[in-house]
């Protein structure tokens, strides 16, 4: 979220780059079986990938370099008018409620609101409502509401951090496609039922749409219930929930979700919500199939099938994604800063793309 605090992270001893059971921390020394990254986020020396002889414990710094975003088609004549038909009509907004509360107060349209309004997110709505214009104005508005409510972009880091003591939800790697891989496992679970769980949730799909390279709109979503035990997993009434979340308030979001180990408990739970899950979205699910078909093995987990031997350490894991995910909001705002904060930005150019500000396309045409 753009107001979470600036982390620093935790300095834990040096690690011997010739003992394979040490982890290798944000701070560690090379080890042969890490590949690491030398970019603007080479300061947290996070590896790249693993081929398993080496512990990790912190994420993963960026896709393996053939992993590369499907190409969307462009847009047709007909849908770049409906495009700029909506983009008309969000740039006029000037005040939004604080909530979806009956009579809520209004309070004018923030920096970070209009910075969420990018090109990319207005065709993600109009896709969503099968293009019909007025629609996605009333579910871009809904949304912006819903986030001011929720308090989508003021959770903390600190906030959440006990709701991921023991790593039950962990962003980690990339998928054959780029899309940032974001970890539920409910065998992990920590805490007893409430909001703050359904928040950690929407603050981790924050953090992976952080991760996101230039190019990329979606995520990929791996849930291993291995290990889980009665009354880990979600209520019917959290599922209804998330789901909600998800499809009203992410949409054309989720690119992939690869479920494994699924024990008929769980089936059930499925049962349960797939009436309420749209067939676009069900057809994204994959039950019980090879996770190594859709995450390279040496950015996957080993307990899904992959090289990376990930084990959760809070102190190190927590403070290294948060401060990863800080580094790349803080030059995505730049951008956007720097081009003149335009509604209708383009994402590709925001997250560091060879894409040209829209104010330099304008002045083209």
Not at 159 to 179: C, F
Not at 188 to 207: A, F, G, P, W
Not at 348 to 354: C, F, H, T, W
Request: with cysteine; aromatic share 8%.
């Amino acid at each position: 979220m753009l107001a979470i605090e600036s982390l620093s992270l935790n300095q834990p001893p040096q690690v011997d780059g010739s003992s394979a059971s040490k982890p290798i921390t944000s701070n560690g020394a090379d080890h042969p079986a890490l590949k690491r990254v030398d970019t603007h986020t080479a300061d947290l020396k996070l590896p790249i990938s693993s081929n398993g002889a080496a512990v990790v414990n912190t994420p993963l710094a960026k896709p393996l370099d053939d992993a590369k975003p499907l190409e969307r088609p462009s847009p047709t004549a007909d849908q770049l008018k409906k495009y700029e038909t909506l983009l008309a009509s969000v740039s006029k907004w000037t005040e939004i409620p604080e909530s979806a509360a009956k009579g809520a107060k209004k309070s004018p349209v923030r920096e970070y609101e209009r910075m969420w309004l990018t090109r990319e997110c207005l065709f993600r709505y109009l896709r969503a409502t099968t293009w019909k214009v007025d629609q996605a104005e009333t579910r871009l508005l809904n949304t912006l509401i819903w986030r001011r409510g929720y308090g989508t972009d003021s959770f903390t880091a600190d906030y959440i951090s006990i709701e991921n003591e023991t790593g039950k939800q962990v962003v980690l790697g990339w998928d054959i496609h780029a899309r940032p891989v974001c970890y539920l496992r409910p065998s992990k679970q920590n805490t007893e039922k409430s909001d703050r769980q359904i928040e950690h949730l929407v603050y981790m799909l924050e953090r992976t749409i952080d991760l996101m390279p230039p190019g990329q709109e979606t995520l990929a979503l791996l849930i291993n219930f291995a290990e889980t035990k009665s009354g880990q997993g979600a209520t019917a009434a959290q599922g209804r929930q998330t789901l909600n979340i998800l499809q009203n308030h992410y949409p054309e979001r989720l690119g992939r979700a690869l479920v494994g180990n699924v024990p008929w408990v769980i089936w059930g739970f499925f049962k349960m919500i797939t009436p309420f899950i749209d067939p676009v979205t069900k057809e994204k699910i994959k039950f019980n199939e090879d996770f190594s078909k859709y995450v390279p093995r040496d950015q996957l987990m080993k307990d899904a099938n992959g090289n990376v031997n990930f084990q959760y350490d809070h102190a190190a894991y927590w403070p290294a994604l948060n401060k990863l995910a800080e580094m790349k909001r803080t030059a995505y705002r730049e951008r956007w800063e720097a081009a003149g904060k335009s509604i209708g930005e383009y994402e590709l150019y925001l997250r560091g793309g060879d894409q040209k500000p829209l104010t330099e396309v304008e002045k083209e045409h």
